[in-house]
């Protein structure tokens, strides 16, 4: 290890410490050394440092660094701990710190009380101390879901809504964001109208007022007139507009109109009339373009009227139903990760007991150490400064030394939508600074720009790319510490050539079905020879998804007929799985033949493998009322489906839909079913039996699916945001291609209230204002995961182009 002054600062114990680190400058390092000297100062027992991370396993990283540190403090010779000590001071050390160093270890051992996790962890351990509210629980998914349809049930009688899984989605994005939405949960339809009237500035009035005030002010002879006079020098468009106001049709469907007027993608066609026409008859084409400008205003209003409507419906049913969502989530016993960090809060700041919560904590942390600090949003911060508060209050009955230790890096703030933002970071550190310098303790503030982990070459490659205006916050060009190395990098280009796919395919001859498939075999090539030929080690090798896609998981199937050991990070739960959602919905279809959801998911699963334009279709004629009508064949499967299922165990029914379905899986698809197979084997080796019985079991287990071929020695692969915190000699790329092109969002939020219906709703100025803004902040963000992205690798990139 290389003795760095500015490390060394970081971890001094008795400053309040803010680090501004960029990625590989050892931020995790600094935060054991900083553990350490806390405890060798001996002041704070270890049960008093509460160290904060971002997720759990990061916190198991940090505790597993830590114990190991202890125990080479506690059996190494006496040499090395004098060098170990020099390299975490950075001076010599003193005996009494030498004996301290020495007796860490046994003391954890006497008290292994280590307060290292998540603020979830923490927040959660607070209630079930003092909190009143009766949980047992923690909400998963699946319970949610039957909560949240539950609740949309009991609204809407009318059951044509929840045909519709938007519903079941807009519901459940308001259940996501219940904290923010809290101010409106109580208001009455009208002043829901109110509020949406002022947000889209416009009048929600039924349509047909708008269009009778249209329809009397324009002068259809006149218009007529003009039209026929233009036509001889015009196009199809000028006699189809005018067939429409011929026989009244521009009254019967105003949109189909409106949009003689519009080019294909929806903007108003500029040279509506040719410029000889405009000068041939002048007075006619002034006629008709007037028309045309008055036509399309009422076009836009109407739009934004309709967008506006939609709105102020499904906000007010939305709201209802988020009302019995929470009410019935209280009485079942559950808690879900929001409520955890919002029920701490009013724990700690507003409820009865608030001030003897605080003075108990306050006896129970000196210090704070908060990892990865860019990732926590408001409630976040708001618990730990209410931890925190008095730290700085100068009348603190404690008089031990306390102190706040603040470590991250605005470039790497990658996530948005739990709510954080490099403005809520500085806003932090204002605060503490402020504290800090106010209660005249020591504030020390540190940037750290060498990373220690990639070559020049790599860091010079995404000097290049990420600059202070694309990623939102100053960036300064990354130096390496280390020149041992060099770095190589690697660009492919992606030519897309779509072929029929049933072409004859030359033997022999490597041929792509689609993009994927092309880059999936790149990247298998690329992988083998860096194995072969470069000599990289498997584990050293990691491939990186911006977001989980079908090209994922063609590199998993190739990766696995080809025998490659991978190891796939994140939240990989059996359950996940889009096989695994087909089987477990066709289970519940055969307990609740009624339940359209299950329905609908069984169909258009592997197992019937029906496409969504045929069950749209099915749907659209009433398919759920009426099902005999339609299509016998899979009316006779379905019964005997049920049929079959009657009195078997729910392991012989998951045989049967294995066979069903098995000419269409994949290799992974059967090995994840495989994983699913063996679940119900061990559900009825503990003796127990019934369908939904075993479907609660199996989401309870939470099951992670392990691989026997997962082993250690395996290439990795993760999305971007999973990835944080990690390193490997190599990285690939995969999708580099989407990484700066910005998807446009299906629905906004504005002022409490989520929008849909965004085409419409382009319409109305605020709105593109708001869209506008998103897009910057997204792709601000897309570039900061850029960064984290390339910054993993030590000597490799390779990266996946799109040409
Ligand atoms: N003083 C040092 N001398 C030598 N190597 C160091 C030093 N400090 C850190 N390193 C090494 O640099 C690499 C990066 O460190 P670490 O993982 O702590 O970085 P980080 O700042 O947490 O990175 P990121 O923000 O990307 O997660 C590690 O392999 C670590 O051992």
Redesign the pocket.
Same mark, same amino acid.
């Given at each position: 290890?290389?003795?760095?002054k500015e490390?060394i600062r970081a971890s001094d114990p008795h400053a309040c410490v803010y680090v501004s680190? %960029?990625?590989?400058?050892?931020?995790?390092?600094?935060?054991i050394d900083r553990l350490v000297r806390i405890l060798i100062l001996g002041k704070s027992p270890l049960k008093n440092i509460l160290c904060i991370t971002f997720t759990q396993s990061a916190a198991l990283e940090v505790k597993k660094r830590l114990i190991n540190k202890m125990h080479l403090f506690f059996q190494c010779s006496y040499e090395q701990l004098i060098s170990e000590l020099f %390299?975490i001071f950075g001076r010599e050390p003193q005996d009494w710190e030498i004996d301290n160093a020495r007796r860490l270890y046994t003391n954890f051992l006497l008290a292994p009380n280590l307060k290292i996790g998540t603020l979830h962890s923490f927040c959660l351990d607070l209630l079930t101390r003092f909190s009143e509210k009766n949980f047992k629980k923690i909400i998963n998914n699946a319970e949610q879901k039957r909560i949240i349809i539950c609740s949309i049930y009991k609204i809407i009688s009318h059951q044509s809504y929840i045909k519709d899984e938007e519903f079941f989605l807009y519901v459940k994005d308001l259940v996501e964001h219940s904290d923010l939405i809290t101010p409106i949960l109580n208001s009455s339809f009208e002043e829901h109208k109110c509020e949406l009237e002022k947000m889209f500035g416009i009048k929600l009035l039924k349509k047909r007022q708008l269009l009778t005030d249209f329809y009397k002010n324009i002068r259809v002879n006149d218009i007529i007139d003009a039209y026929n006079i233009v036509a001889k020098c015009e196009g199809g468009h000028i006699s189809e507009a005018l067939r429409y106001l011929q026989n009244g049709g521009f009254k019967k469907s105003f949109a189909k109109y409106a949009k003689i007027f519009l080019t294909k993608s929806g903007e108003p066609r500029k040279n509506f009339l040719k410029s000889a026409t405009v000068n041939l008859y002048p007075d006619e084409s002034s006629i008709i373009n007037e028309h045309k400008e008055e036509v399309l205003k009422y076009f836009a209003h109407i739009n934004a009227l309709e967008a506006g409507l939609v709105n102020l419906r499904l906000s007010y049913l939305g709201l209802k139903a988020l009302k019995l969502y929470e009410n019935q989530k209280i009485a079942e016993g559950f808690i879900s990760y929001a409520d955890i960090l919002n029920d701490a809060y009013e724990l700690l700041t507003q409820s009865e007991i608030s001030a003897w919560v605080r003075m108990i904590i306050d006896q129970e942390v000196d210090h704070v150490l908060i990892d990865?600090a860019q990732d926590l949003n408001t409630i976040q911060w708001s618990i730990i400064k209410s931890i925190t508060e008095e730290f700085f209050s100068g009348d603190s009955a404690r008089q031990t030394e306390r102190t706040v230790f603040i470590?991250g890096?605005y470039k790497?703030s990658i996530f948005g939508f739990q709510g954080a933002e490099p403005e809520i970071f500085k806003n932090a550190y204002f605060y503490y600074k402020n504290a800090t310098i106010h209660s005249r303790k020591k504030w020390v503030e540190i940037n750290?720009n060498c990373?220690?982990?990639s070559a020049q070459e790599i860091l010079d490659f995404t000097n290049t790319y990420i600059s202070s205006g694309l990623i939102g916050c100053n960036y300064e060009e990354q130096k390496a510490?280390?020149k041992d190395f060099s770095g190589k990098i690697e660009e492919v280009s992606i030519g897309y050539k779509k072929l029929d796919t049933d072409s004859w395919l030359i033997p022999g001859l490597v041929e792509y079905r689609d993009k994927n498939d092309q880059i999936a075999y790149i990247i298998l090539e690329k992988v083998k020879e860096m194995i072969m030929k470069d000599h990289v080690s498997a584990e050293e090798i990691m491939i990186l998804f911006r977001k989980r896609s079908i090209l994922q998981q063609k590199i998993i199937n190739l990766f696995i007929s080809d025998n490659i050991p991978i190891f796939l990070y994140g939240s990989n739960k059996l359950e996940d799985y889009l096989i695994i959602k087909g089987f477990v919905a066709t289970l519940k279809f055969i307990i609740k033949p009624h339940d359209e959801l299950s329905l609908m998911s069984m169909l258009k699963s592997k197992i019937f493998d029906l496409s969504e334009e045929s069950i749209f279709e099915i749907y659209t004629k009433g398919f759920f009322n009426n099902l005999e009508k339609y299509n016998k064949a899979l009316i006779s499967e379905l019964n005997a489906l049920i049929k079959y299922a009657e009195n078997k165990s729910v392991y012989d029914i998951l045989i049967f839909l294995l066979l069903k379905a098995q000419s269409r899986l994949d290799l992974f698809e059967k090995k994840l079913l495989l994983a699913f197979l063996n679940i119900a084997r061990d559900f009825e080796k503990l003796g127990r039996a019934g369908i939904a019985s075993f479907i609660r079991w199996f989401y309870d287990l939470e099951s992670i699916y392990k691989d026997e071929i997962l082993r250690e020695s395996a290439v990795k692969i993760m999305t971007i945001h999973a990835s944080?915190?990690?390193?490997s000699d190599a990285v690939i790329l995969a999708d580099f291609c989407d990484i700066t092109k910005i998807v446009q969002p299906k629905s906004i939020w504005v002022n409490y209230y989520k929008l849909i219906h965004l085409k419409n709703l382009r319409s109305i100025d605020k709105i593109n204002l708001e869209l506008e803004s998103l897009k910057y902040t997204d792709s601000l963000e897309s570039t900061r995961l850029l960064y984290?992205a390339l910054?993993?690798a030590?000597k490799y990139l390779f990266i996946c182009k799109n040409e």
């Amino acid at each position: 290890m290389n003795i760095n002054k500015e490390q060394i600062r970081a971890s001094d114990p008795h400053a309040c410490v803010y680090v501004s680190a %960029s990625a590989g400058t050892g931020k995790t390092k600094i935060l054991i050394d900083r553990l350490v000297r806390i405890l060798i100062l001996g002041k704070s027992p270890l049960k008093n440092i509460l160290c904060i991370t971002f997720t759990q396993s990061a916190a198991l990283e940090v505790k597993k660094r830590l114990i190991n540190k202890m125990h080479l403090f506690f059996q190494c010779s006496y040499e090395q701990l004098i060098s170990e000590l020099f %390299s975490i001071f950075g001076r010599e050390p003193q005996d009494w710190e030498i004996d301290n160093a020495r007796r860490l270890y046994t003391n954890f051992l006497l008290a292994p009380n280590l307060k290292i996790g998540t603020l979830h962890s923490f927040c959660l351990d607070l209630l079930t101390r003092f909190s009143e509210k009766n949980f047992k629980k923690i909400i998963n998914n699946a319970e949610q879901k039957r909560i949240i349809i539950c609740s949309i049930y009991k609204i809407i009688s009318h059951q044509s809504y929840i045909k519709d899984e938007e519903f079941f989605l807009y519901v459940k994005d308001l259940v996501e964001h219940s904290d923010l939405i809290t101010p409106i949960l109580n208001s009455s339809f009208e002043e829901h109208k109110c509020e949406l009237e002022k947000m889209f500035g416009i009048k929600l009035l039924k349509k047909r007022q708008l269009l009778t005030d249209f329809y009397k002010n324009i002068r259809v002879n006149d218009i007529i007139d003009a039209y026929n006079i233009v036509a001889k020098c015009e196009g199809g468009h000028i006699s189809e507009a005018l067939r429409y106001l011929q026989n009244g049709g521009f009254k019967k469907s105003f949109a189909k109109y409106a949009k003689i007027f519009l080019t294909k993608s929806g903007e108003p066609r500029k040279n509506f009339l040719k410029s000889a026409t405009v000068n041939l008859y002048p007075d006619e084409s002034s006629i008709i373009n007037e028309h045309k400008e008055e036509v399309l205003k009422y076009f836009a209003h109407i739009n934004a009227l309709e967008a506006g409507l939609v709105n102020l419906r499904l906000s007010y049913l939305g709201l209802k139903a988020l009302k019995l969502y929470e009410n019935q989530k209280i009485a079942e016993g559950f808690i879900s990760y929001a409520d955890i960090l919002n029920d701490a809060y009013e724990l700690l700041t507003q409820s009865e007991i608030s001030a003897w919560v605080r003075m108990i904590i306050d006896q129970e942390v000196d210090h704070v150490l908060i990892d990865e600090a860019q990732d926590l949003n408001t409630i976040q911060w708001s618990i730990i400064k209410s931890i925190t508060e008095e730290f700085f209050s100068g009348d603190s009955a404690r008089q031990t030394e306390r102190t706040v230790f603040i470590i991250g890096d605005y470039k790497q703030s990658i996530f948005g939508f739990q709510g954080a933002e490099p403005e809520i970071f500085k806003n932090a550190y204002f605060y503490y600074k402020n504290a800090t310098i106010h209660s005249r303790k020591k504030w020390v503030e540190i940037n750290l720009n060498c990373s220690y982990r990639s070559a020049q070459e790599i860091l010079d490659f995404t000097n290049t790319y990420i600059s202070s205006g694309l990623i939102g916050c100053n960036y300064e060009e990354q130096k390496a510490s280390n020149k041992d190395f060099s770095g190589k990098i690697e660009e492919v280009s992606i030519g897309y050539k779509k072929l029929d796919t049933d072409s004859w395919l030359i033997p022999g001859l490597v041929e792509y079905r689609d993009k994927n498939d092309q880059i999936a075999y790149i990247i298998l090539e690329k992988v083998k020879e860096m194995i072969m030929k470069d000599h990289v080690s498997a584990e050293e090798i990691m491939i990186l998804f911006r977001k989980r896609s079908i090209l994922q998981q063609k590199i998993i199937n190739l990766f696995i007929s080809d025998n490659i050991p991978i190891f796939l990070y994140g939240s990989n739960k059996l359950e996940d799985y889009l096989i695994i959602k087909g089987f477990v919905a066709t289970l519940k279809f055969i307990i609740k033949p009624h339940d359209e959801l299950s329905l609908m998911s069984m169909l258009k699963s592997k197992i019937f493998d029906l496409s969504e334009e045929s069950i749209f279709e099915i749907y659209t004629k009433g398919f759920f009322n009426n099902l005999e009508k339609y299509n016998k064949a899979l009316i006779s499967e379905l019964n005997a489906l049920i049929k079959y299922a009657e009195n078997k165990s729910v392991y012989d029914i998951l045989i049967f839909l294995l066979l069903k379905a098995q000419s269409r899986l994949d290799l992974f698809e059967k090995k994840l079913l495989l994983a699913f197979l063996n679940i119900a084997r061990d559900f009825e080796k503990l003796g127990r039996a019934g369908i939904a019985s075993f479907i609660r079991w199996f989401y309870d287990l939470e099951s992670i699916y392990k691989d026997e071929i997962l082993r250690e020695s395996a290439v990795k692969i993760m999305t971007i945001h999973a990835s944080k915190g990690m390193e490997s000699d190599a990285v690939i790329l995969a999708d580099f291609c989407d990484i700066t092109k910005i998807v446009q969002p299906k629905s906004i939020w504005v002022n409490y209230y989520k929008l849909i219906h965004l085409k419409n709703l382009r319409s109305i100025d605020k709105i593109n204002l708001e869209l506008e803004s998103l897009k910057y902040t997204d792709s601000l963000e897309s570039t900061r995961l850029l960064y984290v992205a390339l910054t993993r690798a030590r000597k490799y990139l390779f990266i996946c182009k799109n040409e």
